[in-house]
């Protein structure tokens, strides 16, 4: 083994990988042999995961009481943390977080004497801080970040005279900070950020930190003033005292931090001094000359921004000072700041306009200027920030129209100038940029149309244009923007139908086009939208029946107020529809309209034939042949003469019925093409058997609304060989017949559907002998039409 100590890595190259060493005296024939256990005591994620897991053994420093170093940090390795380690004296290294830990912090680490570094962050322990931690006089670095650790700080931790980093942030500790934490001269980093410690931070002004870089206090409850000490530590370079109570002054003298880089104390009731130039302490942080972040935000400052604020160090990044009561204008030094990539200065009571030099910020990305009152017109030199991401000036008093350069803007993602008073139409070239994701241009005096040359936004989540003067046509591209989850359209002089395209827009949350002049149907396609929760179409000029399924299910009667041509459910606050949508009524009024004359149709037809046979000297003209036979006058017969003429269509009296040939007699008549029967069309043999194929003919053209003579019906292929053909004759049903409307059982009507479907095949067989008798056909539309009306009846 080389050198004075002995490595070994587990699981092989993990990302992070767990470390064990050991001091120079070990044995390490023992020692490698305890590692080893160790190792196969291991356990290893599914899928070739870098992850390492299981639990500690018990006996780790028994067996390897020489060790060191052990860090297996970034893991998920589980289990409490007991007495694993109290046999561990040579220990000086124990990182474990990460993991998936649980238990209380045990007390057993107070002592491993020579411990140095104790990382415990990122697992779930609980519990309090073990006081006796203080015993460890050569730690130097403690971190229990991200736990749910509860309780106090020790006060007995000030006894670690060598302790460098203390994180202690993402816990649930209470109490207030011992004051003589402050007097550790050598700590560097103190993060108690986002836990619920309360009381002041302590003003005595013999406390000293000189080597304090990171002061982190943010999320917590601490109030008081800012100690006057903090500017006497010239190494701090982060402060972030943010979200807490603090109030008082903000100290004039924070120049003096020569190496501050980032300073925020945002969200407190800090003020500046009265009496002096309110933004002081402004002018005195242009001595820091490193200071890259500067946040202010939500503190009652009522300040000025002093031209000055261009000396600001070129390092300055970020400057947020919004909800600060900032007054005045924006000073034209602010377009200095060249390094500049977020400026907010938001939710104030700025006046004038935009100043045309933040056009030299050429690194922002982010500007706010929202919920100001600024005035004039939007610069057309905002279009020369060719990294700008984010651009929200809304509740201003901005007027004129938008920059027609905003299509420079390649870069921009969100665009928000709601509630101004912007006129004119939206420029065409706004739509050509393709990485927006949120557009707000609601509340201004927009008008025009929408141009449909307008491009395809594929990234666009939000799209609000409600209450403008926008005109014209819905442009159907809009139906393309496929990340579309918020459309509000509202308050508009929108005409025209709503574009079928909207059918595309699957991810669609919510759609308000209500008040507008929009006509014609609600889309049937609007049913199929599977996250559509809230719709608002009131008060347009749509017309006819509101859909009732998919989303529909969950709307009331206030999206669709206002129309008064709406027909529909009445839980929609609308008429009934007056014509029969349910299926049971769709059919029924089908068959009852066309399959009942017909079936009269034939039995006159039969006896009109009959009555010409038995007296051929009457030649009769039938109606509805194309050939027209030579005609005699005679009087118009009844239809009780005819009836007793025939006894009662008694089935001896029908045609071919007591002739030398019964089945059969020869004519020149001709038929419709696509109804006669082949024996009638190919030899011009008439027979009551005929009749039944025309009937059978009609039947089929009934059911799948198709006549025989359609153009796909060519060659071999007839209406009666395309069905037979099927092996699922539902298919050539016509849709209109499949409705599914108010609840009602298909599978009864189908049922009814396929009898009627069977007996037009059976009529329209290609041989005579084939076909069923007239009596057998009435027989089967009697039982056909005594089911439906009993299905009807049951509300089916």
Known sequence: MEGPYIFLLLAFLLMQPCILQLSQSSNNFTDQSALIAFKYQITFSPNDSVFAGGTLPMNLCTQCPNLQKLDISKNEFSGKLTSQFNNCTELSHLSLSYNKFDGSIPKGFGNLEKLEVLYLGGNNLTGTIPPIISNLSMLQKFAIESNNVKGGIPSDLWRLQNLKFLHFHLNDLTGTIPQNIFNITSLQHLILAVNSLSGNLPLDTRISCPNLEILGLALNKISGHIPSYLLNISSLFIIDISTNFLSGHIPRNL????????????????????????????????????????????????????????NFSLSLKVFVASENQIKDQIPMGIGSLKNLYLLDLSGNSLTGSIPSTLGGLERLQRLFLEENLIEGSIPEQLCQLKNLGELLLSMNSLSRSIPNCIGNLSLLQKFNISHNRLTSSIPLNLWSLQNLIFLDLSSNFLNGSLSPSMTKLPTIVLMDLSCNQIAGNIPSIIGAFESLRYLNMSKNSFQGNIPQSFGQLRGMDQLDLSNNNLSGAIPKYLETLPYLKYLNLSFNKLSGEIPSTGPFTNFTAESFLGNEALCGNPIFGVRPCTSPTPLGSRVKQV??????????????????????????????????????????????????????????????????????????????????????????????????????????????????????????????????????SLPDRMEVVDDGLLRIEDGRDVTSVQTVLLSILELGLRCSEESPNERPDIKDVVTKVNKTKLALLGNINKGV
Request: charged residues 15%; contains cysteine.
């Open 255 to 310: 120049g003096n931090l020569k190496n501050l880089k980032s300073l925020d104390l945002s969200a407190n009731q800090l003020t500046v001094e009265p009496g002096l130039q309110g933004h002081s302490f402004l002018l005195s942080l242009t001595n820091c000359r490193f200071l890259e972040e500067l946040h202010l935000s939500s503190n009652p400052l009522n300040i000025t921004i002093p031209d000055a604020i261009g």
């Open 591 to 724: 068959l009852l309209k066309y399959i009942v004359p017909v079936i009269a149709s034939i039995i006159i037809f039969t006896a009109v034939v009959m009555m010409q046979r038995r007296h051929p000297q009457c030649n009769m003209q039938i109606p509805g042949l194309p050939i027209t036979l030579p005609t005699v006058d005679h009087r118009m017969i009844s239809y009780k003469e005819l009836s007793h003429g025939t006894n009662n269509f008694c089935e001896s009296n029908l045609l071919g019925t007591g002739a030398p040939n019964k089945d059969a007699t020869q004519t020149k008549t001709l038929g419709t093409l696509g109804y006669i029967a082949p024996e009638y069309g190919s030899e011009g043999r008439v027979s009551t058997k005929c009749d039944i194929y025309s009937y059978g003919i009609i039947l089929l053209e009934i059911i799948t609304r198709k006549k025989p003579t359609d153009e796909m019906f060519v060659g071999e292929l007839a209406m009666r060989q395309w069905i037979a």
